[in-house]
């Protein structure tokens, strides 16, 4: 969540209340974009003051295509597309990825998470 801070000198601030974000994302199964990171997809363990982002079950979403449209949100609320055109990898049971760069975190619905737990995982082309 973004707040923003007037100063004394009315320039604006901007403030990240990580605190509130954590609470109410922790445990729960989402897609987080980083700018360097790429795409991962976990159950969100811990989120640091350092920014570490600490993630169970994780998988890297390399390459997604959505059965409803073509953003991280649709894949988020419905299932990826089987016609083999996505590429995700194997999961790893704990990651920690440090990237102040966190361009969005989305929380996942059901059918979203067991379309993503259940993809196969990709192979080299």
């Known amino acids: 969540m973004m ?8 320039t604006e601030k901007v403030v990240q209340d990580k605190q509130l974000l954590n609470e109410d994302l922790y445990w729960k199964w989402v897609i987080i974009r980083w700018y360097w990171s790429g795409v991962h997809f976990g159950k969100l363990i811990k989120r640091t003051e350092e920014d570490w982002v600490i993630l ?3 998988r890297r979403l390399y ?8 953003t991280l949100t649709d894949v988020s609320l419905n299932w990826l597309s089987t016609t083999n055109e996505s590429k995700i990898c194997a999961t790893v ?7 102040k760069r966190i361009e969005e975190i989305i929380p996942c ?3 979203a998470i067991k379309s993503i737990q259940e993809y196969k995982v990709a192979e080299q082309d």
Not at 63 to 70: A, L, P, T, V
Not at 93 to 99: C, F, G, H, K, Q
Request: charged share 30%; with cysteine; hydrophobic share 35%.
């Open 56 to 58: 169970e079950n994780s």
């Open 93 to 99: 049971p704990l990651i920690a990825i440090t990237d």
């Open 3 to 10: 707040l923003l801070e007037w100063e004394t000198n009315n």
């Open 109 to 111: 619905s059901e059918t």
């Open 63 to 70: 390459r997604f295509w959505c059965k409803e449209s073509i």
